[in-house]
């Protein structure tokens, strides 16, 4: 059997400007996909080139299950002294909290700082350092890699987690949703599915920040849920405008819903209930039936109206 080479591309032979180029690409659902698994963490874009003073950052985006602001600067060459003190100034104008640093190469003494900047805060920051590679074999198209060279302390630890650390029930849920997402990749759905993690929902992005179809499992309660959950200050008002369509909505979806707007809370939800207890591994296949089904119809029917919201 003959093998191919693995070949690495120079950056710049493929993206030739970062802010026409590489700020795009990385700005794609895929690509904050991409990202997002290699940190751990579920992205969705807010806005590109964002003014902060007469500077402009070139992502901020935010971690939907922190709700955690995110900043982005790209560097596709070595790190440089400007860059460092471009994402400080970033994350303090824009109130973000995960700072993340893209560059072709890390110098030592770059890495030192991102390091130190991680020790001297709290839990509440986290300052990463990446560096991006393309690699091709033979004839293939690019592909591009993330390596995080610089996280907090005992961030992969906690990422990773164990059997030993995590709960049973946090163990199940964790396999609940890996074996969720491998039928679906099998059964052809057209949904973007992300890294699982163990907790009782599973986010699938719908095309607008704070804004997730979820599903969900209730092992005390034992049931599936399938929801569209709505975060921060205009939830309640995208709530009361998509309740005005409730009769079409499920009319389209042929499925009478619980409208919960959370009175007490910021958030607001619609979701639809039905039994299942995850802890009985021979009903799963029916109950990945049951949320592959109600994720691709929710998102059919919710994804434009939700994208098309004036709020």
């Known amino acids: 059997m003959d093998l191919a080479k693995l070949k690495k591309i120079n950056l710049k032979e493929f993206w030739k400007d970062e802010a026409r180029e590489f700020t795009p690409w990385l700005a794609q659902e895929e690509s904050l996909e991409l990202l997002g698994n290699a940190l751990g963490l579920e992205i969705e874009l807010k806005d590109t080139e964002v003014q902060v003073g007469k500077f402009y950052a070139d992502l901020l985006a935010i971690d939907i299950n922190s709700d955690r602001n995110i ?126 993690r163990a907790q009782h929902w599973y986010s699938i992005a719908i095309g607008r920040s704070y804004f997730n179809l979820s599903l969900t499992v209730n092992t ?26 409730k009769k079409v909505i499920e009319t389209e979806l042929s499925e009478e819903l619980n409208w919960q707007e959370l009175p007490e809370g910021q958030d607001s939800r619609i979701i639809l209930y039905t039994e299942g207890d995850i802890k009985n591994k021979e009903r799963w296949e029916e109950y990945f039936s049951w949320c592959k089904n109600y994720a691709e119809k929710f998102h059919r029917v919710f994804s434009k109206r939700i994208k098309n919201l004036k709020l």
Not at 106 to 111: A, K, L, P, Y
């Open 71 to 196: 900043i982005v600067e790209n560097q596709l060459g070595k790190t440089n002294h400007d860059h460092l003190g471009k994402i400080i100034t970033y994350a303090s104008g824009l109130d973000a909290s995960i700072i993340v640093w893209i560059c072709g190469k890390v110098s030592e003494e770059h890495r030192n700082a991102i390091d130190w900047l991680n020790e001297i805060t709290d839990e509440k920051i986290a300052f990463f350092a990446l560096e991006i590679e393309l690699w091709k074999i033979g004839n293939s198209p690019l592909a591009p890699k993330f390596n995080v060279v610089c996280s907090p302390n005992e961030w992969a630890k906690m990422l990773k987690g164990t059997s030993k650390s995590l709960s049973e029930t946090k163990v199940l849920q964790l396999e609940f949703w890996q074996t969720l997402k491998e039928y679906m990749e099998e059964n052809k759905t057209f949904l973007r599915l992300r890294t699982p």
């Open 220 to 245: 005390r309660d034992k049931r599936l849920g399938c929801e569209i959950y709505m975060r921060g200050e205009s939830a309640k008002t995208a709530f009361k405008k998509l309740e005005k369509k």
